[in-house]
């Protein structure tokens, strides 16, 4: 089942029992919302918390990888919470990103170049979404691109929900730590026009921010920008893989801003919110939630609400999706969107350009869907083309993937 098909039971879900009781990978229980309105709230109201020493952790009383944990701005309430984003918010604001646009078209273009010279079918999950993203992202953060394969691997042991020991999982974020922390100090030594730059000089202002909470915010940027990029980017290609008109419809744009939306609603990497518990007693759609429980926004079942959105499971360009939930909302909204969606809207539109006959290898049906993950996506996506790029030898195909490796 393609990964841009919800399932049955979220539509159920909605319109007969939209705040069902469930079990996480975990075992635990939890409240899961499916309506875009009630999806809306948990997100606003302060009576659902982020804070994880609700769920049970405390400073003082964890270890190394709780603190990281404690110390981000994900897992934070006020006042904490609106403290830290204040101090941060300008290295993630839309005028800083929005100067990365021709840089981001110059790397765009040169894996395009790549991709054109390999000789189809293409595992496009490898050979485009896993390097292009992390190309620009890494550069942006200021990590050496050299450490790609590292960072995608301990990131995604970190989101995967049940295909890891609990030691793995240890090791992956020690590991991450470690790097995180060499990366910080080498920036402070070679300062540079990134993010980990302009943050390690917010931790010597006044009311900035401490050590353990600039690595907590890196470790966080990068376990959720990497794969949450590179998931939503191969999902909203199968998208229009398999709806062409809507392809060409977006290579012909001359703003594509508002069809990305579209897709972005459309498409969902993050299957759900992050965990909110209740601070009181809270009553949605006529269910009492009791103080302390766990509540689980489903992202995907609210952007795909036909009381929000008229025919969602249509892609529908003429549409304002404006108000989706794909980023989140509120206090915790997502801090790395304004890099994603300008990502997505350079690299999708010029994929198509340069491509415009792409199309899977292989039926929608055989597309295998990773589970299990916090962010999710296809574990490949295998594309052809035709045009004289088809024909070049396996030698290039080689050569290319590995320069671009480096």
């Not at 910080?184 to 026009?193: F, K, L, V």
């Not at 969902?268 to 009791?290: D, F, M, Q």
């Not at 010029?350 to 792409?358: A, I, V």
């Not at 030898?393 to 993937?401: F, K, L, N, Q, S």
Request: glycine fraction near 6%; include cysteine; hydrophobic fraction near 40%.
């Amino acid at each position: 089942m393609p990964a841009t098909r919800l399932p049955d039971a979220y539509a159920r879900f909605r319109h007969e029992d939209p705040v069902v009781r469930v079990a996480m990978p975990s075992g635990d229980p939890t409240y899961l919302i499916t309506r875009y309105e009630d999806a809306r709230l948990v997100l606003t109201d302060p009576r659902f918390s982020r804070s994880l020493e609700l769920a049970g952790l405390r400073l003082g009383a964890v270890g190394i990888a709780d603190h990281l944990l404690l110390s981000t701005l994900a897992n934070m309430d006020r006042p904490e919470h609106p403290r830290l984003r204040r101090v941060v918010a300008p290295a993630f604001s839309r005028d800083r990103v929005e100067r990365l646009r021709p840089r981001i078209r110059e790397v765009t273009a040169r894996h395009l170049d790549r991709l054109a010279e390999l000789p189809p079918p293409v595992d496009l999950a490898e050979a485009l979404c896993s390097r292009l993203p992390a190309a620009v992202l890494l550069e942006y953060l200021g990590i050496p691109l050299s450490d790609r394969q590292d960072l995608l691997h301990w990131t995604k042991v970190l989101t995967d929900l049940s295909g890891h020991t609990q030691e793995e999982v240890d090791e992956a974020r020690g590991l991450l730590h470690r790097h995180l922390k060499e990366v910080i100090a080498e920036r402070r030594r070679h300062p540079g026009d990134d993010v980990l730059t302009a943050l390690s000089r917010c931790c010597y202002e006044d009311d900035g921010i401490t050590e353990l909470e600039l690595e907590a915010l890196a470790m966080f940027l990068l376990i959720g920008g990497l794969h949450t990029v590179v998931y939503q980017l191969g999902l909203i290609v199968v998208a229009l893989l398999l709806c062409p008109e809507r392809a060409a419809e977006l290579a012909a744009a001359d703003e594509p801003e508002p069809c990305v939306e579209e897709l972005l609603r459309y498409t969902n990497a993050v299957e759900s919110s992050l965990l909110r518990i209740t601070t009181e007693e809270v009553e949605i759609a006529g269910v009492t939630i009791p103080a302390g429980s766990a509540v689980l926004p489903a992202i995907p079942a609210a952007n795909h609400d036909p009381a929000r959105f008229a025919c969602p499971e249509t892609i529908d360009f003429t549409r304002s999706a404006t108000g989706h939930l794909t980023f989140g909302h509120g206090m915790h909204r997502c801090l790395g969107a304004p890099i994603s969606r300008l990502m997505l809207n350079v690299i999708v539109p010029e994929l198509f350009r340069r491509l415009p006959d792409l199309r899977l290898a292989v039926p929608a049906e055989e597309l295998r869907w990773l589970p299990d993950r916090l962010l999710t996506g296809y574990a490949s996506i295998p594309v052809t083309w035709s045009g004289p790029d088809a024909d070049a030898d396996a030698g290039t195909r080689e050569a290319r993937v590995a320069s671009d490796a480096r």
